[in-house]
């Protein structure tokens, strides 16, 4: 059975530096891996996905992540980020039957 | 420019009361989810449907049940709540991509 690890549970960062939020998958099939963002009081947003092709997958607000299946890992990554980024971030795998299993979550925060 | 809507957003229940969640949908989705969210274990499944009368049980379906009797809805039943489900629940809806689309939360304190 597919499942997801967040390696951190939090991440403080200070605004404009580099950020790596880590996530590793078990499965023995192929995967669809997922990033959700949630901000305070609000509910899930998807970031990105990986269902196919290049293992690179970036979104519309600079977050990008890369798809390793030798390392069974789908690392979140920015190289600069913002206040507005401030917010938890939870990984994501489709197990059959188009169900998503979730990480524990990763809250990042950025300060100034 | 609805997407899911959750009602009612906030609830307090005594020990052995009921209630139902009911999240409604207007992107003409089949799949739909409830999930609950605690501190620290993420997002679990609680039931979930992949068409208009059909429901399955997800991770934690024990105490909860639902019934999917028209395609944009998906109700969530609390027959006998206990303190153990003070939580806050989220329904989802999505085609069959894996992007799933949330509502903002139904948070519920069970004393």
């Known amino acids: 059975a597919q499942s997801v690890t967040q390696l951190d549970s939090q991440v403080p960062v200070f605004e404009e530096a580099p950020v790596e939020l880590r996530c590793n998958y078990s499965?023995?099939?192929?995967?669809?891996l997922f990033w959700y963002v949630q901000y305070p009081n609000q509910g899930l947003q998807l970031l990105l996905k990986?269902?196919?092709?290049?293992?690179l997958v970036e979104s519309i607000n600079g977050f990008e992540a890369e798809f390793n299946k030798s390392q069974t890992s789908f690392h979140l990554r920015k190289p600069s980020v913002h206040i507005s980024d401030t917010a938890e971030y939870f990984c994501a795998v489709m197990r059959g039957g188009n169900k998503l299993v979730f990480g524990a979550g990763t809250i990042l925060r950025v300060k100034s | 420019n609805a997407g899911v809507t959750q009602t009612p957003k906030f609830r307090v229940l005594k020990t052995g009361q009921s209630m139902t969640l009911l999240c409604a949908q207007d992107m003409n989705h089949e799949y739909m989810y409830w999930y609950r969210q605690d501190p620290g274990m993420g997002l679990r499944l609680i039931h979930y449907s992949v068409g208009e009368g059909t429901t399955a049980k997800g991770e934690v379906p024990d105490g909860y049940n639902v019934s999917r009797l028209k395609k944009q809805n998906f109700l969530l039943g609390l027959e006998s709540a206990a303190p153990s489900q003070t939580s806050v629940y989220f329904c989802?809806?999505?085609?069959?991509?894996?992007?799933?689309?949330f509502g903002e939360g139904s948070r519920l304190t069970v004393l």
């Open positions: 989802a809806s999505s085609l069959a991509t894996g992007e799933l689309f």
């Open positions: 499965s023995s099939v192929s995967v669809y």
């Open positions: 990986y269902l196919s092709g290049s293992t």
